[in-house]
Nanobody
């Protein structure tokens, strides 16, 4: 069992930056592929970025590539999402998730555990 708690969301102006954190409980964090998803009002949950169990592989949605960076610190049981050059269309609730697929995958259906989400609002 893994419990995930996101933090770091907030209100930021367009062009600004935020760093989201996701703290995980449990001693098996380092065996999970991790990801960030987001859900905007009236839209389905969408993939943002994923990272493999040892941080060696990452993959991004085209909409955030270059602007966002996913990373993890297995010693701290934490995964991060560094978001730069934020745009109003990045406004959403951001969720972190853990998958038994160690390499990290795109589909939300392959994720076993989810956090409660953190709101990111980007003003124009």
């Amino acid at each position: 069992q893994v419990q995930l708690v996101e933090s770091g969301g907030g209100l930021v102006q367009a062009g600004g930056s935020l760093r989201l954190s996701c703290a995980a409980s449990g001693r098996t964090f380092s065996t999970y592929g991790m990801a960030w998803f987001r859900q905007a009002p009236g839209k389905e949950r969408a993939f943002v970025a994923t990272i493999g169990w040892n941080g060696g592989s990452t993959y991004y949605a085209d909409s955030v590539k270059v602007r966002f960076t996913i990373s993890r610190d297995n010693a701290k049981n934490t995964v991060y999402l560094h978001m730069n050059s934020l745009k109003p269309e990045d406004t959403a609730v951001y969720y972190c998730a853990a998958s038994h697929f160690r390499s990290g995958v795109v589909s939300p259906h392959n994720y076993d555990f989810w956090g409660q989400g953190t709101q990111v609002t980007v003003s124009s």
